[in-house]
């Protein structure tokens, strides 16, 4: 149990990855604390956990700066403190062309994917700083790395551009309070968010011919890379970006 006694926060922790990587973090050793905005969702995946000593599900908008402190208060009553924050929260928009997408539209994503990125980041920073060590994960999209054509999801794109900076920015910044930050670009992976557009038949399988490796990303591939990133086998591992795509980014 490579992080033993370490405590995680989980940010999406209700999305096909969020729940995956609480289940290995836990299996790790780690106390985790599950976010995210669906009271039920919650308490289902906890319950399904197993854990009740090692786990704190709490019901939390990333967005709200409130209840995002509220969430950190709630975790330090509990386990004392915070070693390991995982930003998984995230949202996508249907593919739409930027020049027909309403502020509404674009305010979620922005809301949502980065500036309720900055608000998790900002909220743990003060206490890794203090005992001068943390780990902070970011799960952006190689949709932040390049464009796909006839794929219309530019400000989603954007969002997830400004995680990769944000990951390499904090850090450059926090480095010196021995905080590692780092950033994992995934392809399409198997999640409730993304169901949708894969009942289609063809169309999945088409999509699935188009990756090296024939296949579509499952959640467990980011959780296994979140384990490692959290371990003392990537000590001196910081500001960088892994991509986990199948291989298509290599042929395009």
Known sequence: MKLKGKVAIITG????????????????????????????????????????????????????????????????????????????AGVISDPTPFHLMNDDQWNLLIDVNLIGTFRAIKSVLPIMIEKNSGNIINISSLLGIRSIANVPL?????????????????????????????????STIKSPMIEPYLQDDNARQMLESSFPLHSIGEPEDISGVVSYLCSEDAKWITGTVIRVDGGISAKQ
Request: hydrophobic share 40%.
């Open 154 to 186: 530019s400000v989603y794109g954007v969002t997830k551009a400004g995680v990769i900076m944000l990951t390499k920015s904090i850090a450059v910044e926090y480095g010196q309070y021995g905080i590692r930050c780092n950033c994992i670009a995934p």
């Open 13 to 88: 922790a209700t999305g096909g990855v969020g729940k995956i990587t609480a289940k290995r973090l836990l299996s790790e050793g780690c106390k985790v604390v599950l976010i995210g905005r669906d009271k039920n969702k919650l308490t289902e995946i906890s319950a399904k956990l197993g854990n009740k000593r090692d786990t704190l599900a709490i019901r939390t908008d990333i967005t709200k700066e409130a209840e995002v402190l509220n969430a950190i208060d709630q975790t330090i009553s509990k386990f004392d403190t915070v070693d390991i924050l995982v930003n998984s």
